[in-house]
């Protein structure tokens, strides 16, 4: 299964915006683009023209493929399966990234990032319906509970993730019973929703694929 092994912080100075892809690193003095640190590449300043329309569709879309961790050819796959869906295909599209097993954990809190959520779930570490499930792309249905393992209940970094569900909680198409470890997914989120991808214009992303 390939997935990327270069430094995140590249990536996000890349698009110039945090995709939040190291957790607490990211709200940080130590981010790279609360610093104003440059573009990677060689002399980045000759590439400070105006973009064309496929260079500005392109960065949407690697925009929010780099944010919920995808490589190419899955997260083409996921907007084929979006665009054969009834409705809008840019908020179908959120639908099945949000639906990911990786996304939902994060969402719960139980990861500071989706990388780090992707990975305790390849290591068996999430329960769906009390089965475990180890597929980080699995879909996960309204009315799924998702329950962390008795074996990784007492991790120090699930624990250190926990702290953040203090601070801002839970996105709202989810609930939390912290006590138990407990997470259930209760409707699939719409599109005005996901308040931390408002930015993204998923209509460019759309456009670029239907070139």
């Known amino acids: 299964m390939a997935r990327y092994i270069g430094p995140r912080c590249r990536l996000c100075r890349a698009e110039g915006k945090r995709l939040f892809l190291k957790g607490d690193k990211c709200k940080s003095d130590k981010c790279p683009v609360n610093r104003k640190r ?16 496929y260079a500005v569709q392109l960065r949407e879309k690697q925009k929010l493929k780099r944010s919920y961790g995808l490589m190419e050819k899955q997260f083409k796959l996921t907007f084929e399966k979006a665009m054969r869906m009834p409705g809008k295909t840019g908020e179908n599209l959120f639908a099945l990234l949000e639906r990911r097993l990786d996304s939902v954990v994060y969402r719960l809190r139980f990861a500071t990032s989706r990388s780090q959520a992707r990975q305790i779930v390849l290591h068996g570490h999430i329960l769906v ?8 792309s699995y879909q996960v249905k309204t009315g799924d ?3 962390v393992h008795q074996s990784y209940k007492t991790n120090k970094v699930l ?14 198409w989810v609930s939390l019973d912290v006590d ?3 997470g259930k997914f209760n409707v699939v989120p719409q599109r005005q929703d996901i308040v931390d991808m408002a930015d993204i214009r998923e209509q460019l992303v759309v456009e670029l694929y239907s070139k």
Do not use: C, F, H, W
Request: no cysteine; aromatic share 2%; charged share 35%.
């Open 180 to 182: 138990k470890l407990e």
């Open 38 to 53: 440059m573009a990677p590449g060689k002399d980045p300043k000759t590439r400070q023209k105006k973009q064309s329309e």
């Open 145 to 147: 509970t998702i329950t």
């Open 159 to 172: 624990l250190s993730a926990l702290a953040e569900y203090e601070k801002s909680g839970v996105m709202p």
């Open 129 to 136: 319906n009390g089965k475990r499930v180890d597929v980080p």
